[in-house]
């Protein structure tokens, strides 16, 4: 991270201050430096054999359902075993120095809230969340359903329960979807912090903000699909861009307030 150039972190810092409403998108990139591999590096180890769409999807979850159980439990496992990481950590301080964030993420774990962030829109659900296939009633898990090596049956319908995330090939849930819609929208500044930008309907957002006269901010240690969108690209991990960023946000807003004072 030492490569961004001071004055670009101060460019960014900028735009972030002259906005009254910012969005920050985030992708399993946020979450990497807690020990949670990307999406696309989670095939690793014991699971390695398995592409993502035969664990992570309707036909999957008919054909294989304890396979797709235990996939689950193992991944929950880990996100409870995760610590917010500084990344996380600086957006909660952003959401106290804007004057409205609206923090969008497509990870499935719940680090953003244990970091403090408010109001978190979950556009892909989430992990510790469980209901049922059939009839959507919420199921609370039990101990002994980690060790089950098939899925618990509702205690309402008989059907199976599921892990209340987004599966490839069904459509987000409509609440979060509208709320991420109307607040970028809205928004002057918009953050794409570790996401690869391919999978839609999520990588429209940065688009839409940009569309509609919003600057957008990418926040990536690799190349991203949304970078031909991006009013500023700053290149590095989000445990050290987001704080260095944030803390320039920071150092502004007291200055000004300074000034104000005087
Ligand atoms: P991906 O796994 O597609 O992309 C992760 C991104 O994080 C890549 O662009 C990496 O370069 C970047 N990255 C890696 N380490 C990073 C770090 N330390 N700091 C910042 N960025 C880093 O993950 P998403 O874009 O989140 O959907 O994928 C979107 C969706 O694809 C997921 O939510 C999941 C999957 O299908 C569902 O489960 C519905």
């Known amino acids: 991270m030492g490569h961004i150039p001071s004055e670009v972190l101060e460019q960014a810092a900028a735009l972030v201050d002259q906005a009254d409403r910012v969005v920050c998108l985030t992708g399993a990139g946020v979450s990497a430096e807690s020990g949670i591999p990307t999406f696309r590096d989670a095939q690793r180890g014991l699971w390695s054999r398995y592409r993502p769409e035969e664990l992570a999807s309707p036909e999957a979850f008919d054909a294989h359902p304890g396979r797709v159980w235990r996939w689950y439990m193992w991944r929950l496992g880990l996100v409870e075993r995760a610590r917010p990481n500084p990344g996380h950590r600086a957006l909660a301080q952003l959401a106290r120095l804007v004057p409205h964030l609206t923090l969008i993420t497509q990870n499935v774990d719940s680090l953003h809230e244990a970091a403090g962030s408010p109001d978190v829109i979950h556009l892909h659900g989430r992990l510790d969340r469980f209901r049922c296939h059939d009839c959507e009633q919420p199921y609370a898990l039990r101990p002994q359903d980690r060790e089950a090596d098939r899925p618990p049956s509702c205690p309402r319908c008989g059907g199976r329960v599921r892990p209340d995330v987004v599966w490839f090939g069904e459509p987000l849930p409509p609440r979060p979807w509208q709320a991420a819609l109307a607040a970028v929208a809205a928004c002057d500044c918009m953050w794409a912090v570790g996401t690869s930008g391919v999978v839609y309907p999520a990588a429209q957002l940065p688009q839409m903000a940009r569309e509609r006269g ?32 944030v803390a320039r946000v920071a150092a502004r807003r007291s200055r000004a307030e300074s000034r104000g004072g005087a």
């Open 214 to 245: 919003a600057r957008l901010l990418v926040v990536n240690p690799e190349p991203t699909e949304l970078d031909p969108w991006a009013t500023i690209t700053l290149s590095g991990p989000s445990g050290a861009v987001l704080p260095a960023l």
